[in-house]
């Protein structure tokens, strides 16, 4: 699987959430938090699909993802112990825990597997 068939959904769902928290609870910081984030994280699933689509890899995308994954998993696992709340910090600290993980193996792997014109 390529890291932008996660990311793209993953920043989507990341700046939806930011959104809600705002239009919720008023929550600026939610607000530009999951914008920023989010955005982000939209930013690098294109990079990195426009890179696939000319058979390369985006290793700037790749460590741009696994940042943003790996801030958002240590705020919200901190918001969660403070709050002992699953939603939403309890829910993002385990989504972005995952794609963490995930981002990881892409690096350990070489990134997105580039097929060949005989493939």
């Given amino acids: 699987m390529h890291?932008?068939?996660?990311?793209?959904?993953?920043?989507?769902?990341i700046l939806a959430g930011?959104?809600?928290?705002?239009f919720r609870r008023g929550s600026t910081t939610s607000?530009?938090?999951?914008?920023?984030?989010?955005?982000l994280l939209l930013l690098a699933g294109y990079v990195s699909l426009k890179a696939f689509e000319?058979?390369?890899n985006s290793y700037?995308?790749?460590?741009?993802?696994?940042?943003?994954?790996?801030?958002?998993?240590y705020v919200m696992g901190q918001r969660y112990l403070q709050t002992?709340?699953?939603?939403p910090a309890g829910i993002v600290a385990a989504l972005s825990a995952l794609m963490t993980l995930f981002y990881?193996?892409?690096?350990?792997?070489?990134?997105?597997?580039?097929?060949?014109k005989a493939e």
């Fill in 84 to 87: 002992s709340k699953i939603m």
């Fill in 3 to 13: 890291d932008f068939c996660f990311t793209i959904p993953y920043g989507l769902l």
């Fill in 31 to 39: 607000l530009v938090g999951g914008c920023a984030a989010g955005l």
């Fill in 104 to 116: 990881f193996y892409k690096i350990a792997t070489g990134g997105n597997r580039i097929l060949t």
């Fill in 60 to 73: 700037v995308a790749t460590m741009l993802e696994t940042a943003c994954a790996l801030t958002l998993t």
């Fill in 18 to 22: 930011g959104a809600v928290g705002y």
């Fill in 54 to 56: 000319k058979r390369r």
